[in-house]
């Protein structure tokens, strides 16, 4: 049997107990010769208890394996998409929390989906009918939940005829919603089936928002026969702003004729984006919305030369820098060779940084040849190095290398490092340190590090060996320790054994003192390396830490498990059974019951975790377990595990789970609602009506339930948890949960209801709510949300149904925020009672909005203040710079320098330096220096006479940029303090300490050993300690005793190798600080101490210095 067959029939074992896997000699073909005939294959499945195998391979070709499934439901938690207890809600959701959502969605598909989804008919038949031999009770994904919207959504109308043969098809042809998922398909005889089989006794629901996505689609076929169908039915300005981007000329024609929405700037501006030069043509010549600069931006960024030529010629709006920085960012020579001949806004450092990173080595040369931008570009460098860029690599080293820095050789693999330390060398690039050498060991670098060895000064730090061990380099390790003396710490084992690096540890063990800690062992248990631990507990004086084994029960390690157990006797057997619940480690879990007796409450713990992990096998056989236990009776106790259970169920939508545990018949006694919320969040009605019908449960209840779960508000919120799950079903635009609510006569009537949906743009959600909710009435936060959202055509409706107005806050403003030219317009020309003040101005002169700042100073008399331009620099918005100098009076102040040579926007510094008059102050240089931009410190240095203070320095040592040191020293004569020596040592900067002990004067204090001692940075801790005389604070060894028994560093070992040698006789050494200090008397005392000290420092606040530590 081939190996890839082999792990196929291991993967699906996934889940089976031992009796129903399949054994390694089956061959798969024999399994799809059953599966292609029904009668046997029912045959066959009507006797076995599994399920066949084809069914796991289903799902790993639609990408859902427990790894994925577990990536989804942490991304959708951790993302904010979700709530759960302690975490507030966030209605309006972001692009990437709704790519987390319809991600968990996809992992959460049954077979009866996937098998639509590929027009599988044969598989769809095969899950129907093992889901009607009842196998949802033995595995889940068996689901056969709305199978007529799925296949009408996926346009199968070969499956929609055979499922209309099925016996349910009377509850599928009432499905309201059906025409709806229809839509989806954009396939008009699917549409036209579904309209003419549906026998609902309510209209089918026909949202507005359809209407538009077939527009965008370009389905005009489609459209015009909905719109005939359904004379009620509207379109909004997304139909042809989506038809225009995605190139639907003849949708485009149809709308522009035949319909009177119209569309706004996006239209064009999308169009253009796309390339669809015809489109964008028709726009110019018959409509009259135009676009904005982002239509050149974007057909630049994309490299659309013909279109860019089109705007050039035909339209007004122009570009800004951003066309020529995202041209340059993707690559597209033609365009920026047409941008710099034909247009003046040019680019900004950032065209170069980009092309630099994605390794374009024509526009780099193009962009210097040409002396497009200036900059900083040492970050650029280093990606360019990690993504293998090398030509380019070479090209800027060659003509930048004055201001680039040799740290860049940071992001070099360990096959190039050699040849780019020539090429940084080759053309004398400065700013070289130890993390240079460093870093070869890091990546393994031999030659690399052989090279650095022989021919350069800067040296290592153990950091070298510590992370070359780690990351498993055996011979790096042996050549560090035959060669260089500065040795490593005990994280060089730690490090290799919970990389799984048994010669590495064999290595240190043999050859080097430091030894480990006590960590070792819980690295090695974590990272599953079996053989390393036994080594370790066989060879190396080191305790078992009492979470070692838990850390086993974490990866379900049975191996691991039962040799710690050997070690020691596990005293955290029900934690340990808890865990192997939540990893899903079914095998372990078994084996630990079958030598353990359990209760109830362990196995009701036990299956909470596996619940709300989504471990359904797990649960099956906890729940199996709990029967057995219990017996003929439920325990008073089995309520709350069971609700526990089923909320953690719902927490990330999982209904198998949540089937499974309500068919213990159990009744469901919420805590927190958030289960409610997560499950309307994800638009899962099925699973809601499942929770609300758990809540009251079968015959044996009372059928009356209240809505007083958890708190009085949700979370933060000043709402009862309903007005939350209505929120969010009406932000995500899901009118069919939305309806349900109101129909289940929850609480409804909240004007708060239309907020949700106005910041959203869902249309027919604020239809309904306006048509259903008596009591409520457009208001100004509506408006403020749809303005601010950039909603227009929802602002367009709620605008003509708002009597109170205006605003209470300055609605310009918000629009002007938005982003959105078009909204900003309708404001200005539609609603003329709203109010602006100076702010709109700057908001988008921030954003880059060229479009907005013009028609602002054409058509409003409220104008700006010096933050506006102030604003348009910090943010490297170079074009609208320009033009608020060219046309506003109002100028700026000194902050716009400042902050733009903080980030090293050199082009907006210059731009400032040879047109305006307000200079900068200190501040510029200072910041620059501390971000490391030596370009942007060269330029004040030599085009201004602020200079820069002792701060400047400072801050480059703390941050690392040598090279920013360097350049201050010989050409500046600012200087420095002591915090500068203090800053390079607490940031673990080796070099720049040692340049500074030798080139300059100022020394430090005690504060530059104690954080050496903090960070446990054993070279700084040698090279002060050995060349410097200040000495530290007592206080600080005793409280790294304290808070580092195990010395990790051997920081302590080194400075006082008598005392604190051993763990032993660092306890001995606290003990007789407590006992000093508990006398007021010795060397200890906090009297004592004050005494001797000569800089103010008090030993009291010793602890909380530790947290920058």
């Known amino acids: 049997?081939?190996?890839?067959?082999?792990?196929?029939?291991?993967?699906?074992?996934?889940?089976?107990?031992?009796?129903?896997?399949?054994?390694?000699?089956?061959?798969?073909?024999?399994?799809?010769?059953?599966?292609?005939?029904?009668?046997?294959?029912?045959?066959?499945?009507?006797?076995?208890?599994?399920?066949?195998?084809?069914?796991?391979?289903?799902?790993?070709?639609?990408?859902?394996?427990?790894?994925?499934?577990?990536?989804?439901?942490?991304?959708?938690?951790?993302?904010?998409?979700?709530?759960?207890?302690?975490?507030?809600?966030?209605?309006?959701?972001?692009?990437?929390?709704?790519?987390?959502?319809?991600?968990?969605?996809?992992?959460?598909?049954?077979?009866?989906?996937?098998?639509?989804?590929?027009?599988?008919?044969?598989?769809?038949?095969?899950?129907?009918?093992?889901?009607?031999?009842?196998?949802?009770?033995?595995?889940?994904?068996?689901?056969?939940?709305?199978?007529?919207?799925?296949?009408?959504?996926?346009?199968?109308?070969?499956?929609?005829?055979?499922?209309?043969?099925?016996?349910?098809?009377?509850?599928?042809?009432?499905?309201?919603?059906?025409?709806?998922?229809?839509?989806?398909?954009?396939?008009?005889?699917?549409?036209?089936?579904?309209?003419?089989?549906?026998?609902?006794?309510?209209?089918?629901?026909?949202?507005?928002?359809?209407?538009?996505?077939?527009?965008?689609?370009?389905?005009?076929?489609?459209?015009?026969?909905?719109?005939?169908?359904?004379?009620?039915?509207?379109?909004?300005?997304?139909?042809?702003?989506?038809?225009?981007?995605?190139?639907?000329?003849?949708?485009?024609?149809?709308?522009?004729?035949?319909?009177?929405?119209?569309?706004?700037?996006?239209?064009?501006?999308?169009?253009?984006?796309?390339?669809?030069?015809?489109?964008?043509?028709?726009?110019?010549?018959?409509?009259?919305?135009?676009?904005?600069?982002?239509?050149?931006?974007?057909?630049?960024?994309?490299?659309?030369?013909?279109?860019?030529?089109?705007?050039?010629?035909?339209?007004?709006?122009?570009?800004?820098?951003?066309?020529?920085?995202?041209?340059?960012?993707?690559?597209?020579?033609?365009?920026?060779?047409?941008?710099?001949?034909?247009?003046?806004?040019?680019?900004?450092?950032?065209?170069?940084?980009w092309a630099i990173r994605n390794g374009h080595l024509d526009i780099v040369r193009y962009l210097h040849e040409h002396q497009c931008c200036l900059g900083d570009y040492t970050t650029g460098l280093q990606i360019a190095l990690i993504r293998r860029h090398l030509s380019v690599v070479r090209f800027v080293c060659e003509h930048f290398h004055t201001d680039i820095s040799a740290a860049a050789l940071q992001g070099a693999k360990s096959e190039d490092l050699l040849e780019m330390i020539h090429v940084f060398e080759g053309f004398n690039v400065d700013g070289w340190t130890t993390d240079v050498m460093d870093h070869a060991a890091s990546v393994g670098s031999l030659e690399a590090l052989e090279y650095l060895y022989s021919h350069r000064t800067e040296g290592c730090t153990t950091k070298a060996m510590d992370n070359a061990a780690s990351q498993g380099h055996l011979d790096v390790v042996k050549f560090l320790h035959e060669n260089r003396s500065e040795g490593c710490s005990k994280r060089a084992m730690n490090g290799a054994a919970a990389n799984g690096s048994l010669g590495v540890v064999k290595y240190l063990h043999e050859h080097r003192t430091e030894g480990c800690t006590s960590h070792v062992i819980i690295g090695a248990v974590q990272g599953g390396h079996f053989e390393v631990v036994k080594f370790l507990l066989e060879h190396c004086d080191v305790s078992v830490p009492d979470n070692a084994v838990l850390c086993a029960a974490e990866i379900g390690h049975w191996e691991l498990l039962e040799l710690l157990f050997q070690v020691q006797f596990p005293v955290h057997f029900i934690q340990i059974m808890t865990?192997?619940?939540?990893?899903?480690?079914?095998?372990?879990?078994?084996?630990?019951?079958?030598?353990?007796?359990?209760?109830?409450?362990?196995?009701?713990?036990?299956?909470?975790?596996?619940?709300?992990?989504?471990?359904?096998?797990?649960?099956?056989?906890?729940?199996?377990?709990?029967?057995?236990?219990?017996?003929?009776?439920?325990?008073?106790?089995?309520?709350?595990?069971?609700?526990?259970?089923?909320?953690?169920?719902?927490?990330?939508?999982?209904?198998?789970?949540?089937?499974?545990?309500?068919?213990?018949?159990?009744?469901?006694w919420?805590?927190?609602?958030?289960?409610?919320?997560?499950?309307?969040?994800?638009?899962?009605?099925?699973?809601?009506?499942?929770?609300?019908?758990?809540?009251?449960?079968?015959?044996?209840?009372?059928?009356?339930?209240?809505?007083?779960?958890?708190?009085?508000?949700?979370?933060?919120?000043?709402?009862?948890?309903?007005?939350?799950?209505?929120?969010?079903?009406?932000?995500?635009?899901?009118?069919?949960?939305?309806?349900?609510?109101?129909?289940?006569?929850?609480?409804?009537?909240?004007?708060?209801?239309?907020?949700?949906?106005?910041?959203?743009?869902?249309?027919?959600?604020?239809?309904?709510?306006?048509?259903?909710?008596?009591?409520?009435?457009?208001?100004?936060?509506?408006?403020?949300?749809?303005?601010?959202?950039?909603?227009?055509?929802?602002?367009k409706y709620l605008y003509e149904r708002w009597k109170d107005g205006p605003c209470e806050v300055p609605l310009l403003d918000v629009a002007a925020e938005s982003a959105s030219l078009d909204v900003v317009k309708f404001v200005h020309e539609q609603c003329p009672e709203e109010t602006c003040t100076a702010s709109a101005m700057t908001f988008a002169a921030s954003r880059g909005q060229l479009d907005i700042v013009r028609f602002l100073h054409q058509h409003r008399s409220e104008g700006c203040t010096v933050k506006t331009m102030d604003a348009a620099a910090g943010h490297n918005q170079l074009t609208v710079l320009r033009f608020l100098h060219s046309h506003r009076h109002e100028g700026c102040t000194t902050a716009a320098m400042n902050v733009a040579a903080s980030v090293g926007h050199l082009n907006i510094v210059k731009f400032l330096h040879e047109n305006r008059k307000e200079g900068c102050t200190t501040d510029a240089m200072d910041q620059a220096a501390l971000n490391g931009h030596l370009a942007t410190v060269r330029y004040l240095h030599q085009h201004r006479t602020e200079g820069c203070t002792e701060d400047a320095m400072k801050d480059a040592a703390a941050r690392g940029h040598f090279h920013v040191i360097k350049f201050l020293h010989e050409f500046r004569s600012e200087g420095c303090t002591t915090a500068a020596l203090v800053c390079a040592a607490s940031n673990r900067h080796l070099t720049i300490a040692r340049f500074l002990h030798d080139n300059r004067t100022e020394g430090c204090t005690k504060d530059a050993l104690d954080w050496a001692i903090r960070t446990k940075n054993l070279s700084m801790v040698k090279f002060l300690y050995e060349n410097r005389s200040e000495g530290y604070h007592e206080a600080v060894i005793e409280e790294a005793c304290k808070r580092d028994p195990d010395d990790i560093g051997l920081v302590q070992q080194y400075l006082r190798p008598k005392e604190l040698k051993t763990k032993k006789s660092r306890q001995l050494f606290l003990e007789k600080c407590k006992f000093e200090r508990a006398f007021k008397r010795g060397r200890f005392a906090p009297e004592r101490r004050a005494d001797e000290s000569d800089d103010g420092y008090d030993s009291e606040e010793e602890s909380d210095e530790w947290r920058f530590a």
């Open 1 to 353: 049997m081939s190996k890839r067959k082999r792990t196929d029939v291991e993967v699906m074992n996934e889940g089976l107990s031992d009796r129903k896997k399949a054994l390694p000699t089956q061959e798969t073909n024999a399994v799809a010769a059953v599966l292609v005939d029904a009668m046997l294959l029912r045959l066959v499945t009507s006797y076995q208890r599994g399920i066949p195998v084809l069914f796991p391979m289903l799902a790993i070709k639609h990408g859902i394996t427990p790894e994925n499934v577990k990536a989804a439901r942490e991304s959708a938690r951790e993302s904010g998409g979700l709530t759960s207890e302690g975490c507030s809600v966030d209605f309006v959701l972001g692009e990437a929390e709704m790519g987390h959502l319809e991600q968990l969605k996809r992992m959460q598909a049954s077979y009866m989906e996937m098998a639509i989804k590929d027009n599988d008919l044969h598989v769809l038949k095969l899950v129907y009918a093992i889901h009607k031999q009842g196998i949802s009770s033995e595995h889940p994904r068996f689901g056969f939940r709305k199978p007529m919207r799925v296949a009408a959504a996926h346009g199968r109308l070969d499956i929609l005829k055979w499922l209309s043969e099925q016996e349910e098809n009377d509850e599928w042809f009432e499905d309201r919603w059906l025409l709806d998922a229809a839509f989806k398909s954009f396939d008009i005889d699917v549409v036209r089936w579904v309209h003419e089989v549906y026998s609902g006794v309510l209209d089918s629901v026909v949202r507005w928002k359809a209407l538009d996505e077939i527009a965008g689609h370009g389905a005009l076929e489609l459209l015009q026969w909905a719109l005939t169908t359904f004379p009620d039915a509207q379109l909004t300005t997304n139909a042809m702003d989506g038809a225009a981007a995605n190139g639907h000329l003849e949708m485009v024609k149809y709308l522009h004729s035949g319909r009177k929405e119209g569309c706004t700037t996006a239209a064009m501006n999308e169009a253009a984006g796309n390339g669809h030069l015809s489109v964008v043509e028709f726009l110019h010549t018959h409509r009259n919305e135009g676009c904005t600069v982002r239509a050149m931006n974007s057909a630049a960024g994309n490299g659309h030369l013909d279109v860019v030529k089109f705007l050039h010629e035909n339209r007004e709006e122009g570009c800004t820098n951003m066309a020529m920085d995202e041209a340059a960012t993707n690559g597209h020579l033609e365009v920026i060779r047409f941008l710099h001949t034909s247009r003046t806004e040019g680019c900004t450092e950032r065209g170069m940084d």
């Open 579 to 668: 865990l192997l619940a939540e990893g899903g480690h079914l095998d372990s879990l078994k084996k630990i019951f079958a030598n353990t007796p359990v209760n109830e409450s362990v196995l009701g713990k036990c299956l909470i975790e596996a619940a709300c992990n989504g471990h359904w096998y797990e649960a099956k056989f906890l729940l199996a377990e709990i029967r057995r236990v219990q017996g003929s009776s439920h325990s008073t106790g089995s309520y709350y595990w069971f609700s526990a259970a089923l909320e953690g169920a719902a927490l990330c939508g999982d209904i198998d789970m949540a089937e499974l545990l309500i068919s213990t018949k159990h009744q469901f």
């Open 670 to 795: 919420p805590s927190q609602p958030h289960g409610f919320i997560n499950t309307t969040i994800l638009g899962n009605l099925d699973l809601l009506e499942m929770l609300e019908k758990a809540r009251r449960g079968d015959v044996r209840w009372n059928n009356e339930v209240n809505d007083d779960i958890g708190e009085d508000t949700f979370e933060d919120s000043d709402l009862h948890w309903r007005s939350v799950q209505d929120g969010v079903a009406a932000a995500q635009g899901n009118l069919e949960i939305l309806m349900w609510l109101h129909q289940q006569s929850f609480t409804f009537a909240r004007p708060s209801l239309l907020d949700y949906g106005a910041a959203s743009g869902e249309l027919d959600v604020i239809r309904y709510i306006l048509e259903a909710g008596r009591y409520i009435v457009v208001t100004s936060d509506s408006i403020e949300n749809a303005t601010q959202h950039s909603q227009l055509h929802v602002l």
